[in-house]
């Protein structure tokens, strides 16, 4: 139990476009969904956190413009980032709150972003 | 400010000895504590999840918990080279909140 899937695993895009990756949860309702990134040997930077049916909340410094987040279900959530530049490229991991649970989070295996 | 620490190591240790990684929070509001392990690569898996205080045990895993001396931490009894990774340490800090404030990691390299 307990699964997060993410999608894509890895993407290459060009400067200047768009990416969307979807995270789901497969086996349980989350109540809440983040998104974290991760430069290589470093720790993870989380990003935000989603509720399904409200607004992302956002950690200082991550543009809200640039990486859209959406939740639009208590099994899916989508982080769109927009307008793409190299220094965008890095490993982004979602994780699921198990609804009810006492705050344990689940991760997704993670997306690979190369933006050229 | 709130932190979590943990020794960043690297922490080596023989085939089937025992690993203990240890970890410490400020944040004396702190409710639910958990231990994750990456893998190089990879994304954090779960291993343990710990909320009051002494021991919980699960297969060669251990986590133990000190509230009263804000301390976490995790045994690994029969240590393999398959737990060779980086354990990181997150705590949710005081009451209503959702976010996990994780350690920086300890990296586990097990010997054979």
């Known amino acids: 139990g307990a699964v997060v899937s993410q999608h894509p695993s890895w993407v290459i895009c060009k400067s200047g476009t768009s990416v969307k990756i979807e995270c789901r949860s497969l086996d349980f309702q989350a109540t809440t969904m983040f998104w974290y990134r991760q430069f290589p040997k470093q720790s993870l930077m989380l990003m935000a956190t989603s509720n399904e049916g409200s607004k992302a909340t956002y950690e200082q410094g991550v543009e809200k413009d640039k990486f859209l987040i959406n939740h639009a279900s208590l099994t899916l959530s989508t982080l769109t980032v927009t307008s793409a530049h190299p220094e965008d490229s890095s490993f982004y991991i979602c994780?699921?709150?198990?609804?009810?649970?006492?705050?344990?989070?689940?991760f997704g295996p993670g997306t690979r972003l190369t933006v050229t | 400010q709130k932190e979590v620490e943990q020794n960043s190591g690297p922490l080596s240790v023989p085939e089937g000895a025992i690993a203990s990684l240890n970890c410490t929070y400020s944040d004396r509001g702190s409710q639910s504590f958990f231990w994750y392990r990456q893998y190089s690569g990879k994304s954090p898996e779960l291993i343990m999840s710990i909320y009051s205080n002494g021991d919980k045990e699960d297969g060669r895993f251990t986590a133990q918990l000190n509230k009263a001396s804000q301390y976490v931490s995790l045994l690994i009894r029969d240590s393999q080279p398959s737990d060779s990774a980086t354990y990181l340490c997150?705590?949710?800090?005081?009451?209503?909140?959702?976010?996990?404030?994780f350690g920086t990691g300890t990296r586990l390299t097990i010997i054979p």
């Open positions: 997150a705590v949710i800090e005081g009451f209503g909140n959702e976010k996990l404030t």
């Open positions: 994780s699921a709150r198990f609804a009810g649970g006492p705050g344990e989070q689940y």
